[in-house]
């Protein structure tokens, strides 16, 4: 028997595997750490990845600002040229990216034209598609125009970006006016509500603006509503008032 148990445990049958490997070592116990040292690692990680985020929207700035191999012109009403990249523009783009191919232009140089705002506004626009950056001052000052093109270039991200910017202090009662009419073109409902409701709450004071004489010139129609909006608002508050 002993014989036989020695030639089984040495020679493999068909089918069956009779050469047991060396099992593998056992896994290093995990190292323990402690809260403090869960929560310095998270957010060393963090910071790496903040600064690497950083990082590459310098690199982004600083292919826009040098126009390193640029191969589209912009060219603006107020004849402002700006430089950029077709494959930014119509990655971020899909209207530029339709503008982009039925270009015209010497070998693979084109060339597109943004009408009906600043050059500054533009530059603004074309930098945000590359970094998705903007300065406060910049914002501020062409938040109505950068509104308009993300509308009409479809992107979204810096829609969002304007309709916030405008919600949390850009909005006042020179332009609420210009914003409401805007609003309703370029599909931002929230915004439209929040304009509405600072015209209601400030109807002296906006009716007097040179934005709602420009309403009432170019859109009559929208300031019946609006008069029509006031109205049902003070019968409201009136029914209000004498329920309680």
């Not at 693979?108 to 998705?132: C, E, N, P, T």
Request: glycine share 6%; aromatic share 8%; charged share 25%.
């Amino acid at each position: 028997m002993g014989k036989m148990e020695m030639i089984t445990n040495t020679s493999p049958r068909k089918g069956v595997n009779n050469v047991h490997p060396t099992p593998p070592p056992l896994p290093a116990k995990a190292p323990e750490y402690g809260r403090k040292g869960i929560f310095m690692s998270k957010r060393s990680a963090v910071t790496r990845y903040s600064s690497a985020s950083s990082t590459a929207r310098d690199l982004w700035d600083s292919l826009f600002d040098g126009g390193y191999r640029a191969d589209v012109t912009i060219k603006t009403d107020d004849g402002g040229i700006i430089y950029a990249h077709a494959n930014v523009l119509g990655m971020a783009s899909p209207v530029l990216r339709g503008m982009l191919k039925r270009a015209k232009g010497f070998g693979k140089k084109r060339s597109i034209s943004i009408h009906g705002v600043h050059q500054d506004a533009v530059r603004v626009f074309i930098r945000f598609l590359y970094s998705s950056r903007y300065k406060y001052e910049e914002m501020k000052e062409f938040v109505v125009q950068l509104l308009v093109l993300s509308h009409a270039y479809a992107v979204s991200s810096l829609k969002r970006v304007c309709e916030q910017q405008l919600e949390h202090g850009l909005l006042n009662l020179e332009n609420v006016v210009d914003i409401f009419q805007l609003s309703l073109l370029c599909n931002a409902p929230r915004l439209t509500l929040i304009s509405h409701r600072m015209i209601l709450s400030n109807f002296k004071a906006v009716s007097a603006t040179e934005g709602w004489k420009s309403m009432r010139n170019s859109h009559p129609g929208l300031e019946k509503e609006l008069l029509e909006s006031v109205i049902e608002e003070e019968n409201r508050w009136l029914q209000n008032y004498w329920s309680t």
